[in-house]
C-alpha cells in the first residue's frame, strides 16, 4: 500500500498570512498515461465530515475558494492556504487513489490561528 | 442537494454484529461508486470498503476484510455495511462517502454525517 506522510502534525498561522501543508507518498502516485496526479485533499472541520477541496492534485472542487491550491507531482504534494482566514480551522487530510481500489489518507494536519 | 444519511451505530459488545445504511439522495445513486470511510475518535480518516456503481467490484481494507461486507440496493438508494465479529479497534465513526466515478475508487466528492460505533463491554 502507498504510504501517505503529511507535514507538520499541526501549525498555526496568523490571520491574512500563509499556510502550507506538506504531503509525501511512499511511491508515485503520477500515471504516465495520462500525466494526473491522483491525489486529493479534504477539510474537516471540528464536528463536521470531511469536504472536498481538492482533486487531480491542483483542481479546486466547485465553490472553494482560490484562496486554497494544490500544487506538486509524483510524490511531493503541497496545500497552500494564501490568506488564512477564522472559517479555514481544520484539519487538512490528502488521499490517494493511484492505487484504486486500495484507497489511502494521510495522517491529517491541523491548522490553528496564531 | 446531495445527501447522505447514516444510520445503524450504537453500543455493541466485542464478537458482536450491527449493520450500517446510508440513505441517499439528491443524484443518481446507481451512477456512483459508494465507500464506507471510518474515523477513531481524535484520529485520522481510514477506508474501510468500496462498491462499484453495479456491485460487479468490491473491496475491503486488510483491516476488515472476512469481517465487514459491503453491500448496495439501488432501487432504494441505499447503502449498506454488515460488520460481524466486532472488536474494540473498530471503535469509531462511520462515514458513507460518495465516489466521482461509477467505478471503484477515486475520491470522494460527499460525505454523510456518520454514525459512530462503539464496541466495548
Known amino acids: 500500500d502507498i504510504v501517505m506522510t503529511q507535514s507538520p502534525d499541526s501549525l498555526a498561522v496568523s490571520l491574512g498570512e500563509r499556510a502550507t501543508i506538506s504531503c509525501k507518498s511512499s511511491?508515485?502516485?503520477?500515471?504516465?498515461?495520462?500525466?494526473?496526479?491522483?491525489l486529493a485533499w479534504y477539510q474537516q472541520k471540528p464536528g463536521q465530515p470531511p469536504k472536498l477541496l481538492m482533486y487531480?492534485?491542483?483542481t479546486r472542487e466547485s465553490g472553494v475558494p482560490d484562496r486554497f491550491s494544490g500544487s506538486g507531482s509524483g510524490t511531493d504534494f503541497t496545500l497552500t492556504i494564501s490568506s488564512l482566514q477564522a472559517e479555514d480551522v481544520a484539519v487538512y487530510y490528502c488521499q490517494q487513489y493511484y492505487t484504486t481500489p486500495q484507497l489511502t489518507f494521510g495522517g491529517g494536519t491541523k491548522v490553528e490561528i496564531k | 442537494e446531495v445527501q447522505l444519511v447514516e444510520s445503524g451505530g450504537g453500543l455493541v459488545q466485542p464478537g458482536r454484529s450491527l449493520r450500517l445504511s446510508c440513505a441517499a439522495s439528491?443524484?443518481?445513486?446507481?451512477?456512483?461508486?459508494m465507500h464506507w470511510v471510518r474515523q477513531a475518535p481524535g484520529k485520522g480518516l481510514e477506508w474501510v470498503s468500496g462498491i462499484s456503481w453495479n456491485s460487479d467490484s468490491i473491496n475491503y481494507a486488510d483491516s476488515v476484510k472476512g469481517r465487514f461486507t459491503i453491500s448496495r440496493d439501488n432501487a432504494k438508494n441505499s447503502l449498506y455495511l454488515q460488520m460481524n465479529s466486532l472488536r474494540a479497534e473498530d471503535t469509531a465513526f462511520y462515514y458513507c462517502?460518495?465516489?466521482?466515478?461509477?467505478?471503484?475508487?477515486?475520491?470522494?466528492?460527499?460525505w454523510g454525517q456518520g454514525t459512530l460505533v462503539t464496541v466495548s463491554s
Open positions: 462517502a460518495k465516489d466521482w466515478k461509477k467505478t471503484t475508487g477515486t475520491f470522494f466528492d460527499y
Open positions: 487531480w492534485a491542483s
Open positions: 511511491q508515485s502516485v503520477l500515471y504516465r498515461s495520462n500525466n494526473k496526479n491522483y
Open positions: 439528491g443524484f443518481t445513486f446507481g451512477d456512483h461508486a
